[in-house]
């Protein structure tokens, strides 16, 4: 029995030691393990440190450059300035001439001779062109001749009436045929004389439309003859601008054609009946035209001049940005824009009056306006003059290469 129990105590001292040894080579690698991990720590805060510095740079680097400030836009000026604008109705129509003529001739025949040509000036009753007139000549020989038998055969019968040896019948008879014959030798001349075309007013040729050996008839059209001296434009105006209009009105007449030139014009009449159709009523200019440089024909704009304002301050339309049907332009105040809401008043296809209450000589900006926002900063580069601040029509602007960039 006692050794029973101590070969029981043996085992279970065994079993101890067994667990007593495996406990301590746990906590071993439990011990190496932390090392391990430890010297991974330092690592990950060694690359963790090295990334916050390159961080640290980029922000100083960055923090350095928003020192600066953003780079200023280039931009170009004008300055405010005073000037005439006007408040007008603006039309299109064709230009015309107050006298233009299609020429025709009066007789048949075939033309032989042609006197004129295209652009050329004429004058009244000079000559255009020569029908044959062999057969006119003819016509009006054998008239005269007839008219001159009817004479002598009357002169017989007044003779005879007076000896009341012819009835009154027989002599009213007599007188008639003799009446007839003058008539008939009177045409026969005037044919004679019709063989040559003359030109019915003074003006230029606009068109020639006959050849040499044509065969006309009096249905055929020769010529176009047109005055230019005296050109018009017709508007059609709508009933509610009546009361704005009356007899030498200022207009002025432009044209595409020749762009920047405007022509001086006056209403010379204005029709008193206002179509039920369309609601308008006609008013027709006189272009004065010196020099000649607008044919009939083309196509111009009308603008009757209804009021206008002197020493205005003016900017150029070029200046202004649209946002929501409100127009806007921008200032230059110490190289820093301000944006300024348009107050207007008269405008026209050049230029525009402000009611802002701005200073003369304010510097307008009036190219890179579309880059810049309120506060932005500037860099004048250039200043543009315009004609119309002189007084002129056109524009004058030194050449200046512009690049423009945005904050």
Not at 40 to 65: L, N
Not at 375 to 402: F, H, L, M, P
């Amino acid at each position: 029995m006692k050794s029973f129990f101590a070969l029981f105590f043996v085992i279970l001292l065994s079993i101890a030691l067994v667990f007593s040894s495996c406990s301590t080579s746990d906590a071993n690698a439990s011990g190496g393990d932390e090392s391990t991990t430890e010297v991974s720590s330092d690592s990950s805060d060694e690359e963790d440190s090295g990334t916050s510095s390159k961080s640290k740079k980029k922000r100083g680097s960055k923090d350095e450059s928003e020192e600066d400030g953003p780079k200023a836009v280039p931009v170009e000026i004008t300055t405010l300035t005073e000037g005439t604008i006007s408040s007008f109705l603006l039309y299109s129509s064709t230009l015309e001439t107050e006298q233009t003529v299609d020429v025709f001739s009066r007789i048949g025949g075939l033309v032989e001779a042609i006197y004129v040509e295209e652009s050329q000036k004429v004058r009244k009753g000079q000559r255009l062109v020569q029908i044959e007139k062999d057969e006119y000549d003819l016509a009006e020989q054998r008239a005269r001749v007839e008219y001159e038998q009817q004479k002598q055969d009357f002169a017989r019968f007044q003779k005879l009436q007076e000896q009341d040896l012819l009835s009154q019948k027989e002599f009213d008879a007599a007188e008639l045929t003799l009446k007839q014959a003058e008539i008939a030798w009177k045409q026969a001349a005037l044919n004679l004389e019709y063989t040559t075309v003359t030109a019915p007013i003074s003006g230029v040729i606009g068109d020639r439309l006959v050849r040499l050996g044509d065969r006309i008839q009096p249905t055929t059209q020769l010529f176009t003859i047109a005055n230019l001296d005296e050109k018009i434009v017709k508007v059609f105006v709508p009933q509610n601008e009546f009361p704005k209009c009356y007899n030498d009105q200022p207009a002025v007449v432009t044209t595409d054609v020749l762009p920047g030139k405007k022509f001086k014009a006056h209403v010379k009449r204005i029709s008193p009946i206002i179509d039920p159709q369309s609601g308008t009523f006609k008013v027709t200019l006189a272009v004065k035209d010196v020099e000649n440089r607008i044919r009939p024909g083309m196509f111009v704009n009308a603008q009757l001049i209804v009021d206008t304002h002197d020493d205005a301050p003016l900017i150029p339309k070029a200046a202004l940005l649209y946002e929501n049907e409100r127009s806007y332009f921008f200032i230059a105040e110490n190289d820093t824009a301000r944006k300024v809401e348009l107050k207007k008043g008269f405008e026209d296809a050049e230029k525009v009056e402000i009611l802002n209450e701005l200073k003369l000589g304010t510097q307008v900006i009036v190219l890179g306006q579309n880059a810049l926002k309120d506060g932005s900063r500037v860099k004048i580069i250039n200043e543009k003059k315009y004609a119309w601040q002189n007084g002129a029509s056109e524009e004058i602007s030194s050449v200046t290469t512009v690049a423009v960039s945005r904050n």
